[in-house]
């Protein structure tokens, strides 16, 4: 079992930045892929980036590339997905979640991840 707490969300105009963090307790995080998912209001939630057991393998959806930045805090055991040059279409609600599978394969596919966090909200306006 995997608890998992995100806080971090919030307001910000288009431009702006954000950083989520997901604090994860129970059996080590290190075990799993970790993702950060959205979803907006009428869409379906999807994959925005994933950091592999090791750490050294990160994963982003192509809509995000170059603007978010995933990684962790094993020590911690603390997840973070930092968002740079935010735009209205980033906003939704961002879950975190593990999954006990390997990343590479499952890092977009919702159904793969066992363990979620409640979510933050996340809204950016223009």
């Known amino acids: 079992q995997v608890q998992l707490v995100e806080s971090g969300g919030g307001s910000v105009q288009a431009g702006g930045s954000l950083r989520l963090s997901c604090a994860a307790s129970g059996n080590s995080y290190s075990r799993y892929c970790m993702g950060w998912f959205r979803q907006a209001p009428g869409k379906e939630r999807e994959g925005v980036a994933a950091i592999g057991r090791d750490g050294g393998s990160t994963y982003y959806a192509d809509s995000v590339k170059g603007r978010f930045t995933i990684s962790q805090d094993n020590a911690k055991n603390t997840l973070y997905l930092q968002m740079n040059s935010l735009k209205p279409e980033d906003t939704g609600m961002y879950y975190c979640?593990?999954?006990?599978?390997?990343?590479?394969?499952?890092?977009?596919?919702?159904?793969?991840?066992?363990?979620w966090g409640q979510g933050t909200q996340v809204t950016v306006s223009s």
């Open positions: 979640a593990a999954s006990p599978h390997y990343c590479a394969v499952v890092w977009v596919r919702s159904s793969a991840f066992a363990y």
